[in-house]
């Protein structure tokens, strides 16, 4: 099944910074998109998971052009079928761990699944407050939260970037087997080569053009 389609994507600020940019995304496909710093990963992953409209060309999820959507369609695939997990962790800094799992919990019909908790090695820190966790511990209560809606697409940006070398394969292993697992699919954006050869697509975005290389 077709998860994503993005045909003839162009963007820019104040110079451009892609031209038609053009991928698919299918069940249990994972792709992985590298470049240097600057060159608009982060806008296209942006524009891939409807956060920002492209300037020219088009973007359908399961199907569906989104600028044929309304507002409500478009809020309700957000919040049941896309999860985010962004360098910025987003989490509700005056509530506990706990609080936070539970608010991603309730929006999506999900229960918290405490076997993913343990597996990213926070099932501890339940009853903490965010902002009493190190940088990385957030980093994988933000996995995890997103985990937690049963997202069919997975949309991530850096998120080893915080991590040692050994969290780091053990977050790698839980996203893959949760595509594996759920039929879902993954657009991961990275600086780790290592990371990124894993996927089963690799494009690189390089003087304004989206290149395959594997």
């Given at each position: 099944?077709?998860?994503?389609?993005?045909?003839?994507?162009?963007?820019?600020?104040?110079?451009?910074?892609?031209?038609?940019?053009?991928?698919?995304?299918?069940?249990?496909?994972?792709?992985?998109?590298?470049?240097?710093?600057?060159?608009?990963?982060?806008?296209?992953?942006?524009?891939?998971?409807?956060?920002?409209?492209?300037?020219?060309?088009?973007?359908?999820?399961?199907?569906?052009?989104?600028?044929?959507?309304?507002?409500?369609?478009?809020?309700?695939?957000?919040?049941?079928?896309?999860?985010?997990?962004?360098?910025?962790?987003?989490?509700?800094?005056?509530?506990?761990?706990?609080?936070?799992?539970?608010?991603?919990?309730?929006?999506?019909?999900?229960?918290?699944?405490?076997?993913?908790?343990?597996?990213?090695?926070?099932?501890?820190?339940?009853?903490?407050k965010v902002t009493e966790l190190s940088g990385g511990q957030q980093q994988r209560i933000s996995i995890a939260r997103v985990l937690t809606k049963k997202p069919k697409i997975l949309f991530v940006d850096e998120p080893t970037g915080n991590l040692d070398h050994?969290?780091?394969?053990?977050?790698?292993?839980?996203?893959?087997?949760?595509?594996?697992?759920?039929?879902?699919?993954?657009?991961?954006?990275?600086?780790?080569?290592?990371?990124?050869?894993?996927?089963?697509?690799?494009?690189?975005?390089?003087?304004?053009?989206?290149?395959?290389?594997?």
């Amino acid at each position: 099944m077709n998860l994503l389609k993005a045909n003839n994507i162009s963007h820019s600020f104040d110079t451009e910074l892609f031209s038609n940019v053009s991928l698919e995304l299918e069940e249990r496909q994972s792709i992985a998109i590298i470049g240097l710093s600057g060159s608009g990963k982060s806008t296209l992953l942006n524009i891939l998971s409807t956060l920002l409209s492209p300037n020219k060309g088009e973007v359908s999820l399961f199907g569906k052009n989104i600028s044929t959507m309304n507002a409500k369609e478009l809020e309700q695939i957000k919040r049941k079928k896309l999860g985010l997990v962004f360098q910025q962790h987003y989490l509700f800094r005056g509530f506990s761990v706990e609080e936070n799992l539970e608010i991603s919990a309730m929006l999506s019909g999900e229960n918290i699944d405490k076997e993913l908790l343990k597996n990213l090695g926070v099932e501890h820190t339940l009853e903490q407050k965010v902002t009493e966790l190190s940088g990385g511990q957030q980093q994988r209560i933000s996995i995890a939260r997103v985990l937690t809606k049963k997202p069919k697409i997975l949309f991530v940006d850096e998120p080893t970037g915080n991590l040692d070398h050994v969290t780091s394969d053990e977050v790698k292993k839980i996203f893959f087997d949760y595509i594996d697992k759920e039929n879902a699919g993954m657009v991961l954006v990275t600086h780790n080569d290592e990371f990124a050869m894993e996927c089963d697509v690799v494009y690189k975005l390089d003087n304004k053009e989206l290149i395959r290389v594997k």
